[in-house]
Structures are given as structure tokens and as C-alpha cells.
């Protein structure tokens, strides 16, 4: 189910670690990241599965720790589950091991997401940071447009989602940012 995330600055969190894994779900977080920055989801010739937009926000704060001198580097899966709040048992393992190397993780996703990480690490003495912030579910029109971009028409959706009946008007809704 696609969520609604708004980016949360971590980097007053994270900028006393030595070392920092940015884990990211590969599903709702690029989907939102594209939405608000009013780009494109995918452009599969240039770069693959991956959301420009999505890797640019990713990198941005690198940099911003590396001002800090903070080592970072980047982690998602994608097979065979890419849904982070559904990562099976071994993919959770390739996340301990991953993270061995780092004091914290700043997690990019939902708090499901986050749960993720915790529960992978729950053994070790790596902190875990949630980057993003829950706001709602949310719904969009995927379309394929040329040349060889797919982006996303976002229908914003009650912040509060009704129980029975559903399409009712509603004013409360999250305008991206
Ligand atoms: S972990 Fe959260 S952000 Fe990722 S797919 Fe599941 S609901 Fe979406």
C-alpha cells in the first residue's frame, strides 16, 4: 500500500556518528520524493529501476553528513521482496551484515520500514534513525510518456483515510512540498 512520506532532517541526529547506512525502501519513498518534486518516477534508459529524483535526495544527504565527516553509503533491496515492511528472513540478514560496518542506520521509509531495521539489528549496538515521516496513504496515476519516462499524477487522499463509505470531498489532505 503505498504511504505518504515527507522527508524528516536527520542530520543533527546523525552528524556525532562516525559512520551512517542510508537503508531505503525501493517502493513508497522514490514514489514521493518524485510527487513532490514534481519529476519524473522513472526514466528506465538513463537510469534503470532507480527514481532520479529519489538518488539525488539520497546523495544530498551524504553530502550533507560529509560535512560532518561522516562515513555514509547507500542500501536497498529489491529481490525478492522490495517492499521493506515485507523483507524476508534472509534479506534482513544481508541488512545485519551490511550494517556491521556502520554506527547508525538512517532509515528512509515508513515506520514499518523502520521496524525492518530494528529488527534486523536488534542484536547489535547500531542506532536506528527514521528519515521519513508517515503523513497518509496516498494513490497516483502511473503514465508512460515519451520519450521513455513513466511519471506519477498524484490524487491526494484525506489525511485521515474514512472508514465505509470513501468518496466523500474531503479538505484534508498533504499538498507536497
Ligand atoms: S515499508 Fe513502508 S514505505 Fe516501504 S513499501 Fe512498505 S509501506 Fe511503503
Same mark, same amino acid.
Not at 533491496?77 to 515485507?86: F, I
Given at each position: 500500500?503505498?504511504?505518504?512520506?515527507?522527508?524528516? $532532517?536527520?542530520?543533527?541526529?546523525?552528524?556525532?556518528?562516525?559512520?551512517?547506512?542510508?537503508?531505503?525502501?525501493?517502493?513508497?519513498? *522514490?514514489?514521493? #520524493?518524485?510527487?513532490? %518534486?514534481?519529476?519524473?518516477? &522513472?526514466?528506465?534508459?538513463?537510469?534503470? #529501476?532507480?527514481?532520479?529524483?529519489?538518488?539525488?535526495?539520497?546523495?544530498?544527504?551524504?553530502?550533507?553528513?560529509?560535512?560532518?565527516?561522516?562515513?555514509?553509503?547507500?542500501? @536497498?533491496?529489491?529481490?525478492?521482496?522490495?517492499?521493506?515492511?515485507?523483507?524476508?528472513?534472509? %534479506? !534482513?540478514?544481508? &541488512?545485519?551484515?551490511?550494517?556491521?560496518?556502520?554506527?547508525?542506520?538512517?532509515?528512509?521509509?515508513?515506520?514499518?520500514?523502520?521496524?525492518?531495521?530494528?529488527?534486523?539489528?536488534? $542484536?547489535?549496538?547500531?542506532?536506528?534513525?527514521?528519515?521519513? %515521516?508517515?503523513?497518509?496513504?496516498?494513490?497516483?496515476?502511473?503514465?508512460?510518456?515519451? *520519450?521513455?519516462? #513513466? @511519471? &506519477?499524477?498524484?490524487?491526494?487522499?484525506?489525511? !485521515?483515510?474514512?472508514?465505509?463509505?470513501?468518496?466523500?470531498?474531503?479538505?484534508?489532505?498533504?499538498?507536497?512540498?
Amino acid at each position: 500500500m503505498p504511504i505518504f512520506l515527507e522527508p524528516r $532532517d536527520a542530520i543533527d541526529d546523525l552528524k556525532g556518528f562516525q559512520s551512517v547506512l542510508i537503508v531505503s525502501c525501493p517502493i513508497c519513498p *522514490p514514489m514521493c #520524493v518524485s510527487i513532490q %518534486q514534481k519529476k519524473a518516477f &522513472l526514466v528506465p534508459l538513463k537510469h534503470g #529501476v532507480k527514481t532520479p529524483a529519489f538518488e539525488d535526495y539520497i546523495a544530498s544527504i551524504r553530502d550533507a553528513l560529509a560535512t560532518y565527516k561522516v562515513r555514509t553509503d547507500a542500501f @536497498t533491496m529489491r529481490l525478492p521482496v522490495p517492499m521493506m515492511c515485507l523483507w524476508t528472513g534472509r %534479506q !534482513r540478514a544481508r &541488512l545485519l551484515k551490511r550494517a556491521r560496518e556502520f554506527e547508525a542506520v538512517l532509515v528512509l521509509g515508513c515506520d514499518s520500514a523502520t521496524y525492518t531495521a530494528v529488527d534486523a539489528l536488534r $542484536d547489535t549496538q547500531c542506532k536506528v534513525f527514521q528519515g521519513m %515521516q508517515v503523513k497518509s496513504i496516498t494513490n497516483a496515476t502511473m503514465k508512460y510518456r515519451s *520519450p521513455a519516462t #513513466v @511519471t &506519477l499524477d498524484w490524487h491526494p487522499l484525506p489525511s !485521515r483515510p474514512k472508514i465505509g463509505k470513501f468518496n466523500e470531498p474531503s479538505e484534508e489532505t498533504h499538498t507536497p512540498v
